[in-house]
């Protein structure tokens, strides 16, 4: 076996890894607190009492949450930066997604990856 084989073999195995976890990460169930409105992904409900310290709707949508998680996996390049920004968002429950932009995540989600993890 030469040297470009085996970093071939290395390097698909790396892949394989961050598939499995972009396909555990698709199985973050909805929040249950949210109701969405007919046949739309983007709309939905939630009572009142059931709002945290958090006004953005994004803060409450799990599934919206999971597609960002998966988008900043495929960014990353090596599976320590993956494993790190996971322990960023399970500790903090916020990461920059953007420049300009941090991203607030719910309990269900931070849940969800710290058995993940």
Not at 9 to 21: A, P
Not at 83 to 98: D, F, P, T
Request: proline content about 3%; overall charge neutral.
């Amino acid at each position: 076996m030469d040297i470009k084989q085996t970093i071939q073999e290395i390097l698909q195995q790396m892949e394989n890894f961050k598939q499995q976890i972009v396909d555990n990460i698709e199985n973050i169930p909805d929040n249950p607190k949210i109701k969405r409105m007919g046949e739309s992904k983007n709309c939905f409900i939630i009572r009142s009492k059931d709002l945290e310290n958090n006004w953005s709707p994004e803060y409450y949508d799990s599934k919206y949450q999971a597609q960002v998680i998966i988008k900043l996996i495929q960014q990353k390049e090596s599976l320590n930066a993956i494993q790190n920004m996971l322990n960023e968002i399970v500790e903090k429950g916020i990461y920059r997604v953007s420049e300009n932009h941090r991203m607030y995540f719910n309990n269900q989600v931070r849940d969800f990856i710290k058995q993940l993890l």
